[in-house]
Each structure stands twice: as structure tokens, then as C-alpha cells.
């Protein structure tokens, strides 16, 4: 039955017996699971999907199955006992490192917003210290081997250590929100930055069964979560990134299409507040499906002018080679600050937005004065973009669309250095 309901689906790549019970075994071994998966479950899938193929267990390939030189592995930078035990300040190394031929599975949780986990816990509960109704909604692993900490308190620790001590209740959830972000942007990058080496990394996991904080992208209700909105950016066929190798940047542009691409990146370090203090357009051209540095500025040419209150900013515009004036084009910004995320301390930002909030659809123009760091908007509605951060002066328009029926009443924006929003 699961397999005739599945097999339509134009996502499925392919089979596996079983999820996770010959993990760190030998492959030649009769380890859990594998006979099961081999005699009834193998046939099965040869008989009513035949187009598609079959692996025994996930993780399976090399020796042990999870080794990241072959086959699938299921690992992360987040849900690694060692981390969990550092103070976390080296979590981009960390995910810098992370490896696999394929990751089918790459675990980071993240909190859904506070106007979402109000639909299932009270404002006392959001609060409570010992956090029960945290701990109730937070599914965990009994055998996750880290110590005493549960899903819940490793998820607020990371938060703490990578955005500093939350100032009050609201700001702990936004912290716990983004933490999922962060690790989806920058693991999706670094992965994609190595093909063919790395072929591809699934998150664990898309969507809830349950109202939850914890691992989906997409929470109980249908709305995306702020990893859902860093995976949309991450994933697109044509990304730039930036590289942080040391002594200088990597600026990077991957083109996972299957043509190639040509266009122009705008490279600047951007203050807080006022026009670039460097910048730099480099000309760019990536063959198809491949992954190419386009521009290598060293500390030596750039470092002091970043300094703790700037960005280093790549704006990419392009299209396919060949393509007609006006034809198929893209554009994409990677960003990057020379320091841990809770160093950021931007000056209070004044974001000015505009546009219906009521209807089945409409659009928010939403602008800034100053650097605003996390532009959030929050409603249960689908947002071209969410999450984002605006450079100082800059304007975007958002498009929504209301899929439950018209939307009535305000769209809250906010940023986390704000000094409020104007309509």
C-alpha cells in the first residue's frame, strides 16, 4: 500500500529498506533489519516501481555504511555531541568541514514563530523556566548521548551562544527561530561550493505531523518556518557565496543549471549606516553545472575596513549564455560578517512599510534607514521572502498570498534592531 500511494510522486528518487538500522555497520554484515529489507521489502518495490532503484538501509555504501567517502551519509554540524560540549563559537568551521558524498539526512531544529506557538501554548508557557510545555513540544531522542541536555535546552544553548543573551521572552524565540536558519543557509552553501565531491544535502526534516517546535521546515499548520525560507534561497539553480578561507574571502557563484551563465557581481563592504566604504564589479562566467570563484579580496586588501560594523556584500546578476536581452535572468546576494552573529549591533533601524495587508494577495514594500538585521514578517500567510536583512537606504516589495482565504487585519514587520515601523 505504501508503495503504490508513493511511487507517483515525481519527488522520489529512490528506495531504502529501512531508515538508520545498519548504520555504522559493515555492509557485507546481516545487520538489523537487512533481511527483512532484502526478501520482502526489495521484491516489492522491484515488482510495482520498477523505474526506480533500491537501497537496502540509509545510510548504506562504503565501509561502515554513514562513511562520508561513498554512499549516503546521515550527518550535521548541529547534532554532534562535541558541539554541544564547545562554547559553539566555531560553528562555521564546524559546518565548513561537514562532509558527504550525499547527506540524506542533515538534522538542525528550529523554533516556529511566537504568533504560531501561541496556537498551542499559552504566553506562561513561552516564559516558564523549567519549560515543560517546551520540552512536551519538542520531540526528543532518549538516545541522543549528550549528556542531560534534551533537544529543547541544546536548541536554546545554541541560540544563546550564537546571538548573545536574549533581551526578554520574544527575543529567546527569535533566537531559536533563526538558529535553524543560520545552519540551513550555511551547510546548503558550503555543500554546494564542493560538488561534485558532495552531490546533495537533504534536511531533516520538511514538515510536522503534530503542532511542534523542532526539526520541519514547514510547521502543523502549512507555513513556512525561517529555514524554509533560507532553503529557498540556497537552493536556487544559481547562488553566490561567500567563503571565509583564512587569510582572504572566496567569492563564489554555482551554477547548477545546465547551461552557462554569465553576468556581473557587485562586491562591497557596507557599513551600518551610509554608502559602501569599498566596492568592486566583477564580470562572471560559470560553466554549466559547476562552481567557480570569481574574486579573492584578502584581509590584507579588505579586513580593516570590515572591522565589527560592516558586511561584505555580493550582489550577482545573470543569465544563460546566449539568452535574448530580457530573457531569462536571475539575480542572488551572499553576505557575510567578520565575526560571531552576536557581535552584530547595527544602530536602531526604522523600517518604513507600505501596502494592503488584506485580501488573498498584496504587496509589502518594506524600506530602512539604517542596517536592519532579520526582517520578520509575521502572519500565517506565504511570503516570496521572509528573514531577510535590508542594507542601509534600501527598499524590497514582498509579494503575499493568502491560501486559506482573504487575510483580514494588519501584517506585522519587524527587525531585531528596531526602533519601530511606520505604515
Request: charged fraction near 25%; aromatic fraction near 10%; proline fraction near 8%.
Amino acid at each position: 500500500q505504501a508503495i503504490c500511494l508513493l511511487r507517483n510522486h515525481a519527488s522520489l528518487a529512490f528506495w531504502c529498506g529501512n531508515n538508520e538500522l545498519g548504520m555504522n555497520s559493515d555492509p557485507a554484515t546481516e545487520f538489523p533489519g537487512k533481511k527483512i529489507a532484502r526478501d520482502i521489502s526489495e521484491p516489492l518495490c522491484r515488482r510495482l516501481d520498477p523505474t526506480r532503484p533500491y537501497r537496502v538501509t540509509s545510510p548504506y555504501g562504503g565501509n561502515p555504511n554513514n562513511s562520508p567517502l561513498a554512499g549516503d551519509c546521515h550527518r550535521s554540524a548541529w547534532y554532534d555531541a562535541d558541539f554541544h560540549r564547545s562554547d559553539k563559537t566555531d560553528y562555521r568551521e564546524r559546518i565548513a568541514r561537514l562532509g558527504g558524498r550525499f547527506l540524506s539526512e542533515s538534522a538542525v531544529p528550529g523554533a516556529p514563530p511566537k504568533h504560531v506557538l501561541l496556537k498551542f501554548m499559552t504566553e506562561a508557557d513561552l516564559a516558564d523556566p523549567g519549560g515543560a510545555m517546551w520540552e512536551y513540544h519538542t520531540k526528543d531522542n532518549p538516545y541522543n548521548g549528550i549528556d542531560d541536555q534534551t533537544h529543547y535546552r541544546m536548541l536554546e544553548r545554541t541560540a544563546a551562544a550564537l546571538f548573545g543573551p536574549p533581551e526578554g521572552n520574544d527575543r529567546r524565540i527569535a533566537h531559536m527561530e533563526y538558529v535553524q536558519y543560520e545552519f540551513v543557509r550555511l551547510t546548503t552553501e558550503s555543500v554546494r561550493r564542493r560538488k561534485f565531491d558532495c552531490s546533495g544535502v537533504q534536511y531533516w526534516m520538511y514538515n510536522d505531523n503534530w503542532p511542534a517546535s523542532g526539526w520541519s521546515m514547514i510547521d502543523w499548520w502549512g507555513n513556512a518556518k525561517a529555514a524554509w525560507h533560507a532553503a529557498r534561497r540556497a537552493f536556487q539553480p544559481v547562488i553566490a557565496s561567500i567563503e571565509d578561507a583564512g587569510d582572504r574571502w572566496r567569492v563564489w557563484v554555482i551554477n547548477d543549471r545546465l547551461a552557462p551563465v554569465v553576468g556581473s557581481l557587485r562586491l562591497r563592504v557596507q557599513p551600518w549606516s551610509g554608502p559602501p566604504r569599498w566596492e568592486t564589479h566583477v564580470p562572471v562566467a560559470v560553466a554549466a553545472n559547476a562552481a567557480a570563484v570569481v574574486r579573492e579580496p584578502t584581509r590584507a586588501e579588505i579586513g580593516p575596513l570590515l572591522a565589527r560594523d560592516a558586511v561584505l556584500v555580493a550582489d550577482l546578476d545573470y543569465g544563460c549564455a546566449g539568452d535574448a536581452p530580457g530573457g531569462d535572468r536571475g539575480a542572488d546576494r551572499a553576505w557575510l560578517f567578520d565575526g560571531l552573529p552576536r557581535e552584530m549591533a547595527p544602530p536602531p533601524a526604522r523600517l518604513r512599510v507600505s501596502g494592503p495587508t488584506e485580501g488573498a494577495a498584496g504587496e509589502l514594500r518594506i524600506a530602512t534607514d539604517h542596517y536592519a538585521r532579520v526582517v520578520t514578517l509575521a502572519a500565517d500567510l506565504d511570503f516570496e521572502d521572509n528573514y531577510f536583512d535590508l542594507l542601509p537606504g534600501e527598499e524590497r516589495t514582498i509579494r503575499w498570498e493568502s491560501p486559506a482565504g482573504p487575510h483580514a487585519g494588519s501584517i506585522p514587520v519587524t527587525c531585531w534592531n528596531s526602533a519601530g515601523a511606520t505604515a
